[in-house]
C-alpha cells in the first residue's frame, strides 16, 4: 500500500521559516518525481515544488523561487521555507508522479496545514 505522510506544519509568524516533511512507503519510488503542491483557503490547489528522486532536476513555482527549497533524504521528501509570508498559508501536500517531472501526480498524502501570521 503506497502512503504519503506529511508532517511539520504549523503557526509562525511572517518572515520565519518551517520545514514540512513526507515520508513515503510501499513502493519503489526510485523513477519517481515527488511534489509539494499547496491549498489555501478559498483558493485552488497549486503546484509548489518537485524534485527527482535522485535529486538531480527540480522545478519551483515562480512564487517561491528563492524562498523554497525542495529535497529528498531516504524515504522523506522536504519542504524548506524561508520568508515566509501570510498568502503562504495554506494546507501542503505531498505528491508523488510516476512519470516523472510535468506529468500528472498519481498518489498524494493527507496534507498538513501551514499558518503565516502578520
Known amino acids: 500500500q503506497v502512503r504519503l505522510v506529511e508532517s511539520g506544519g504549523g503557526l509562525v509568524q511572517a518572515g520565519g521559516s518551517l520545514r514540512v516533511s513526507c515520508v513515503v512507503s510501499?513502493?519503489?519510488?526510485?523513477?519517481?518525481?515527488m511534489g509539494w503542491f499547496r491549498q489555501g483557503p478559498g483558493k485552488e490547489r497549486e503546484f509548489v515544488a518537485a524534485?527527482?528522486?535522485?535529486?538531480?532536476k527540480t522545478d519551483y513555482a515562480d512564487f517561491v523561487k528563492g524562498r523554497f527549497t525542495i529535497s529528498r533524504d531516504k524515504n522523506a521528501i522536504y519542504l524548506q521555507m524561508n520568508s515566509l509570508k501570510p498568502e503562504d498559508t495554506a494546507v501542503y501536500y505531498c505528491?508523488?508522479?510516476?512519470?516523472?517531472?510535468?506529468?500528472?501526480?498519481?498518489?498524494w498524502g493527507q496534507g498538513t496545514q501551514v499558518t503565516v501570521s502578520s
Open positions: 510501499g513502493r519503489d519510488f526510485t523513477t519517481y518525481a
Open positions: 505528491a508523488a508522479s510516476a512519470k516523472g517531472l510535468g506529468y500528472p501526480y498519481d498518489y
Open positions: 524534485i527527482t528522486w535522485s535529486g538531480g
